[in-house]
């Protein structure tokens, strides 16, 4: 194999620039092996070069554990689980197997995979192994270092260690063993009394795996020095049968800290995770929704006790004797796995929240310290009356059972003197943490967040011995430098701290993605990213856009929005905004390319679709508001020549079909006959306006005359808006902004007096009437934009509270409904899915994008990655259902990707409803 070929490109040096923490390393190169003899040529020619390198998993590390100077190696190619025994539970996998699917994999054998972080969705086993991460029910599986059996390493000068499960490494041949073996020997007194101490304790090197009574034991050693050690090859893991029955005792207190002095009396129970949650993060997520109908025990503090058993009467007998607890104020228990889902499901939005609910942006930095639960208490206390001191805010949570705190805080960092308040509470609270004998990480690891920290938690002895151990082991210090030994100061290489301040919205908006990677799941469940379920690009993420375009706020690297690392990043995205809902920090890429088109393009002359696709509407009025336009471009695209050149010079695809343009007037489209039950005095629920939008109302199509049917029998008497409303929406999404704050204002003397008559408007193409709800108001600063948004209504949000009103039954018929991405992600689904389930129907709902998205999907470059975000979820869940299944898109965008990809028509909501 020849020299491997590292990438250097200004777009992979942005997009690895950080990972989930505070802190920005610009690389000098990455690399992505595709298997284990690449990943061994580029660490051999890293090393012979003297060029550092930094292993990186997803880059969910909070504490810059994968952020590094020379190369990053990204192993999430490294993916295979080379062989799994049922019988003995172990597995042997590559570093870059991501948690969720080794504990698939395990599931099949009653198995799973026992630490689970809140990333175990795309966390690697080789990044876990780094920062020995933990998560809930560590409590009763353990960390990732008591679940690793054996490693295949490579050390800091080349050499390669087998450490194999079981076997006695005190007479190894390696002289790195040997001398290490050397070194405990020496030091036994210093390792017994300051390592180990209590499960938390994360922070330096796990020197006690190594004693004489616990069998010099290497590979958990190695697990959480973060790379530092050496690279890792191969795990051996150990999976965990899973219990046959669980119980969730949910224990309320007067306070978080009076729920944490509660953890000796509660770990009596031997629970498998104890969670704890403040009422501040709780109530906040009741009230968004989060755990339907759940009725919490009177306290401001609470205690998630998870018990498990394969005998079912002691889970049940100790959940009772758990919720008679006498410290606490009273007692919920979920017993059936359904029930207890939904208290698991608040957990985890309540501690999603704890990262956004503050009034200024929330940070990593002293995320997860640990002490001894014994000490919980106390500790919480401090802490509290330390935030408090320093003006700083934080809502705390975490895994109470081992006494681990998690707390996002709003330091003030990009901030005049925001860096040195930074450091200034660090250290304070590190002491803190010291004085009631804990550990300044306990599940994340040390990185440069907190490597400089450690001598306030270890003595001189024992730096020095962690200084030993990294001489042995990488006697160059090319192993993620500044981590752990030598580390880099906890103030330096701060993101924040190197933007230009203020910051504007559009800079700050981008600095929201934190980096937690939730876009890079594996797998395809949600819809974000759309275009990264294809690629499995960094960049197609909408991390990877967001790092790009924090770059682009920086300026050192990027300086352009007219830079190809710009056009590279935002080229696939779709605008879709899932992001926007399903981001947990709320990043909105599809608000950000637009901000950053309009920038790039100002002034100046744009792409040729800006003109074509983003002028649309324009174009389709001249030629639908001029008799005989519209039938002579219907036949002049028809003819397939003729149609090929015309989308050629348009900028579409020419494998693209394009959907008839209307022929002949909107009035009679929307007259109402009589015998279709048009209201009568006795059911007259007065007028409400129907708003054609400039896709209902230029091309062909059957919704807006089932509209006005379905509203007159409901009792409405409905009329067409009249005057042109465009909402400016392919405006938008090409980034020509001015222009669509124009038609926003030109579409608010159009409609404004309609609602301030108090007349209802229902609108029908989704993606329009989002744009009244998001992009509108920060367009046009006008008092009637809220008005016309609160007075614009879909269907299902009209007839939904329509006394009396309801819904065909469907009994026996199966619906597949795509939901349009701008009203899943904006709208809402909620009203439509409740008017489905009236329906009797079997509801089978489509959770990703069409793949279209408006322009994206007909322009050309972007064809063979529309067709196949379609086939995720859209094609796959038309292609199940029954024959007969009846296909529901509002979206114009979906209805023309299903008549083009599956040749399925489908109906809007209005004409499943007229029947």
């Not at 530092?228 to 800290?257: D, I, N, W």
């Not at 018929?813 to 689904?829: D, E, K, M, N, S």
Request: hydrophobic share 40%.
């Amino acid at each position: 194999m020849g020299r491997p070929a590292f990438d250097r490109s200004t777009l992979s040096r942005a997009l690895y620039s950080s990972d989930a923490s505070l802190y920005r390393v610009v690389p000098e190169a990455v690399f992505v092996p595709g298997d284990l003899a690449e990943l061994d040529a580029a660490v051999d020619d890293s090393l012979q070069r003297q060029l550092p390198v930094t292993m990186r998993g997803a880059g969910t590390s909070c504490a810059g554990n994968a952020v590094g100077p020379g190369l990053v190696i990204d192993t999430r190619r490294l993916n295979l689980i080379e062989s799994l025994d049922p019988i003995s539970g172990m597995a042997v996998v590559q570093p870059g197997v991501v948690q969720a699917e080794l504990t698939a994999a395990g599931q099949r054998q009653g198995l799973r995979f026992g630490p689970d972080p809140s990333t175990a969705s795309r966390c690697t086993v080789g990044g876990m192994i780094g920062n020995n991460a933990c998560g809930p029910r560590a409590l009763g599986y353990g960390r990732t270092s008591d679940v690793v059996a054996g490693l295949e390493v490579i050390t800091g000068d080349g050499e390669r260690l087998l450490l194999e499960p079981g076997a006695d490494l005190r007479a190894h041949p390696s002289p790195t063993l040997r001398a290490l073996h050397e070194l405990v020997l020496a030091n036994l007194g210093v390792i017994r009394t300051e390592f180990g101490r209590f499960s938390r304790q994360v922070s330096g090197y796990s020197l006690e795996h190594l004693l004489p009574e616990r069998g010099f034991d290497v590979a958990r050693f190695l697990v959480g020095s973060e790379g530092t050690l050496a690279v890792v090859r191969r795990a051996t893991v150990r999976l965990s049968p899973e219990p046959g029955h669980t119980a969730l005792v949910v224990l309320g207190f007067a306070s978080l800290a009076e729920a944490a002095d509660a953890m000796p009396e509660v770990l009596r129970y031997r629970p498998r995770a104890c969670e704890g949650l403040d009422a501040r993060i709780v109530e906040p997520a009741l009230r968004g929704g989060a755990g339907p109908a759940l009725e919490l025990p009177p306290g401001r503090g609470w205690l998630f006790v998870e018990l498990a058993a394969d005998d079912p009467d002691a889970v049940a007998a100790d959940a009772r004797e758990l919720a008679g607890l006498n410290s606490a104020l009273g007692a919920v228990v979920a017993r059936d796995a359904r029930e207890a889902a939904r208290w698991w499901r608040l957990r985890a939005d309540a501690a999603g929240y704890a990262g956004v609910a503050l009034a200024e942006p929330a940070h990593p930095g002293w995320e997860d310290a640990a002490v001894p639960p014994a000490q919980l208490g106390g500790y919480l206390r401090g802490f509290e009356q330390l935030l408090t001191r320093h003006g700083l805010h934080g809502l705390p949570y975490g895994h109470f059972g081992e006494g681990c705190v998690h707390c996002r805080i709003d330091f003030p960092i990009g901030h005049r003197g925001g860096t040195a308040a930074y450091r200034r509470f660090v250290e304070e609270a590190a002491d803190l943490v010291a004085a009631h004998g804990g550990s300044m990480s306990g599940e994340h690891g040390d990185g440069r967040a907190r490597s400089e920290l450690l001598p306030r938690m270890y003595s001189p002895p024992a730096r020095a011995l962690f200084a030993a151990v990294k001489q042995l082991f990488d006697p160059d210090n090319l192993l993620n430098p500044g981590v752990l030994v030598d580390p880099a100061p906890l103030d330096g290489s701060l993101r924040l701290a190197s933007v230009r301040q203020p910051m504007s919205r559009a800079v700050a908006d981008v600095h929201r993605c934190s980096g937690v990677g939730r876009c890079v799941a594996s797998g395809a469940a949600d819809a974000m990213c759309p275009s990264y379920q294809v690629t499995r690009r960094e960049q197609d993420s909408t991390r990877g856009r967001a790092r790009v375009l924090q770059e682009l706020a920086n300026g050192s690297l990027i300086t352009s929005p007219r830079s190809p690392e710009v056009a590279a990043a935002l080229d696939l995205c779709l605008a879709c905004k899932a992001c926007a809902t399903e981001c947990p920090t709320g990043v909105d890429l599809a608000r950000d390319k637009a901000r950053v088109l309009d920038r790039a393009y100002a002034g100046r002359l744009r792409p040729l679709t800006h003109y074509t696709l983003g002028w649309l509407p324009r174009w389709t009025r001249m030629i639908t508001s001029v008799p005989g336009f519209a039938a002579l471009a219907n036949t002049a695209l028809r003819t397939p020549a003729l149609r090929r050149a015309l989308l050629r010079l348009a900028g579409v695809d020419s494998r693209r079909r394009v959907p008839s343009l209307r022929r002949g007037a909107l009035s009679q489209v929307t007259a109402v006959s009589p015998a279709g039950g048009a209201a009568t005095a006795g059911n007259d629920l007065g007028r409400v306006a129907v708003w054609a939008d400039s896709f209902t109302r230029d091309f062909s199509g059957y919704q807006l005359a089932a509209t006005f049917r379905v509203l007159s029998t409901a009792g409405y008497r409905p009329e067409l808006v009249g005057g042109y409303a465009c909402c400016g929406l392919t405006w938008i999404t090409t980034g020509q902004l001015d222009a669509a704050a124009h038609r926003i204002r030109q579409a608010l003397d159009v409609l404004s007096p309609l609602v301030d008559s108090g007349i209802p408007i229902v609108g029908l193409e989704p993606s329009c009437l989002a744009v009244w709800r998001d992009e509108a108001s920060e367009l046009v600063d006008d008092p009637r934009v809220l008005r016309v948004a609160n007075g614009l209504h879909t269907l299902a949000e009209l007839l939904g509270r329509t006394p009396g009103w309801q819904p065909p039954d469907l009994a026996g018929r199966t619906i597949v409904a795509q939901p349009h991405c701008h009203h899943a992600a904006v709208l809402g689904w909620s009203a439509d899915a409740a008017l489905l389930r009236g329906t009797g129907a079997e509801i089978v709902t489509v959770t990703g994008c069409c793949g279209l998205a408006g322009n994206f999907g007909v322009e050309r470059g972007h064809y063979d990655v529309s067709v196949a975000v379609a086939g995720l979820h859209l094609l796959p869940a038309v292609e199940a259902a029954p024959a007969d299944a009846i296909v529901l898109a509002d979206g114009f965008s979906c209805r023309t990707q299903l008549a083009d990809l599956a040749g399925r028509r489908a109906v809007t909501l209005a004409e499943l409803l007229d029947g």
